[in-house]
C-alpha cells in the first residue's frame, strides 16, 4: 500500500461505469475492489476493509440503502452514495441515514475525485486536529468517533457525532438550520431543515442532557449546545 491514497470499494451493477470509475481512481493513487450487487458489496467490505465506499443506491439483491444502513450499525467508513439524476428524495434519505456525500450519474470524473478527496480529507482532517470535549456525564472524542455519556458508549452515524461536534465546540453560540446544513453536511448539500431537525431529534433520544448542559431549540430561529 505504499504511495497509495487509500482503499476504494465501488459498488455499482453496471460494469461500463465500475470500469469507469477504477481506472480514474487508480489513476489517482487509489487501490480499488469492485462489488456487482448488496451483498457482495457487505461480504467484500469485511474483507478488505476500505477507506471509503462508493455506493449505487439502485443494486440487486441489497439496496444501497440497506447496505448503508448495514455499515452505519457497526462503521464510521466514509460513504458516497451514487445516484441517479431525479431521485432527490433518495439522495436526502441517503444523507439523513448517515451518507456523507452523493454524486449524481452521469457525472464528470474529476468531480468524482474532487468529491473523494474532499471526503477523505475532511475524516483526516477530523481524526487529527479536534480535542476532546468533556461536559457533565459527557466526553465527545473526535479522535475516535467516540460519544460516551453516563458512562456508556453511544453509538451514532458520523453525521451525528459532527452535528453534535459542532454544536458543542460551539457552546452557547445559536444557529440557523442553514447554518448547520452548510456546516456539518457541506457544500451542494440537497436537503432542507428537515435533515437538522431529524438529526437533532435523534440526538435527543440518545442525550438527554446534565446538570450543566442541553441540545436546545431556540424557536424561530434554530439551535445551540447550552452550557450554564
Not at 500500500?1 to 487508480?26: A, F, R, S
Not at 455506493?55 to 441517479?84: C, F, N, Q, S, Y
Not at 460519544?147 to 458508549?153: A, F, G, L, P, Q
Amino acid at each position: 500500500m505504499d504511495g497509495l491514497l487509500g482503499k476504494i470499494l465501488i459498488v455499482d451493477d453496471d460494469e461500463n461505469i465500475c470500469e469507469v470509475i477504477k481506472m480514474y481512481l487508480q489513476s489517482a493513487n487509489y487501490d480499488t475492489r469492485v462489488a456487482s450487487n448488496g451483498r457482495i458489496a457487505e461480504e467484500m467490505f469485511l474483507d478488505y476493509k476500505p477507506d471509503l465506499v462508493l455506493l449505487d443506491m439502485m443494486l440487486p439483491h441489497i439496496d444501497g440503502i440497506d447496505v448503508l444502513k448495514w455499515i452505519r450499525k457497526e462503521h464510521e467508513t466514509p460513504v458516497i452514495m451514487l445516484t441517479a439524476k431525479g431521485e432527490t428524495f433518495d439522495k436526502v434519505l441517503a444523507l439523513e441515514l448517515g451518507a456523507d456525500d452523493y454524486i449524481v450519474k452521469p457525472f464528470e470524473p474529476k468531480e468524482m475525485i474532487a468529491r473523494v478527496k474532499a471526503v477523505m480529507r475532511r475524516y483526516n482532517v477530523d481524526s487529527t486536529n479536534k480535542e476532546t470535549l468533556y461536559f457533565s456525564e459527557l466526553v465527545i472524542d473526535a479522535n475516535s468517533y467516540n460519544v460516551v455519556y453516563k458512562s456508556n458508549e453511544i453509538k451514532m452515524p458520523p453525521k451525528e457525532f459532527e452535528l453534535l461536534y459542532y454544536l458543542a465546540s460551539n457552546k452557547n453560540r445559536v444557529f440557523t438550520r442553514e447554518q448547520l446544513l452548510c456546516e456539518v453536511w457541506g457544500y451542494d448539500y440537497p436537503g432542507d431543515s428537515r435533515t437538522v431537525d431529524v438529526h437533532v431529534k435523534r440526538l435527543r433520544e440518545k442525550l438527554h442532557g446534565g446538570s450543566n448542559w442541553q441540545l436546545e431549540t431556540v424557536w424561530g430561529v434554530g439551535y445551540k449546545f447550552e452550557v450554564k
